[in-house]
């Protein structure tokens, strides 16, 4: 694991699932590629692991969540991406910070996520209903 946020976030169990579960192998790959797991605790509560992985680069992104929004943590993963390729604009904290502060929106609602001058937008499925 190279960095996390937030970077005082520590939990062990799930901090050291998280490398067995998103990279369990080696593997190569000519077009991005999106994938998903899921962590049981011994309470029997669900942690999604959301993952990107490029082709050519030797790392992944993750991210973790208690919500089953497949398409919605995808869509968050290629924005963290896009900004983490644009180092020199500096947005990818200011980003992450936003995104983390940010309210679960209503179901079936959008989440707005403002930043410096922008602004990302993504729609939310019902997260009172199971995934379907």
């Known amino acids: 694991?190279?960095?996390?946020?937030?970077?005082?976030?520590?939990?062990?169990?799930?901090?050291?699932?998280?490398?067995e579960f998103s990279c369990p192998c080696e593997f190569t790959n000519t077009a991005i590629q999106h994938f998903s797991f899921v962590l049981t605790s011994l309470d029997s509560k669900w942690t999604f692991g959301y993952c990107r992985h490029a082709p050519n680069v030797p790392t992944?992104?993750?991210?973790?969540?208690?919500?089953p929004w497949h398409e919605t943590f995808y869509k968050i993963l290629n924005q963290i991406s896009d900004l983490a390729n644009d180092k020199e604009s500096g947005l990818l904290p200011r980003f992450l910070s936003a995104l983390y502060c940010s309210s679960?929106?209503?179901?079936?609602?959008?989440?707005?996520?403002?930043y410096d001058t922008k602004e990302f937008i993504v729609y939310c499925p019902n997260h009172f209903k199971l995934p379907s």
Request: glycine share 2%.
């Open 60 to 67: 992944l992104l993750v991210l973790i969540s208690y919500l």
């Open 104 to 114: 679960v929106p209503d179901p079936g609602l959008n989440l707005h996520v403002s």
């Open 1 to 19: 694991m190279i960095q996390k946020y937030p970077e005082d976030f520590n939990d062990e169990e799930i901090l050291k699932s998280v490398p």
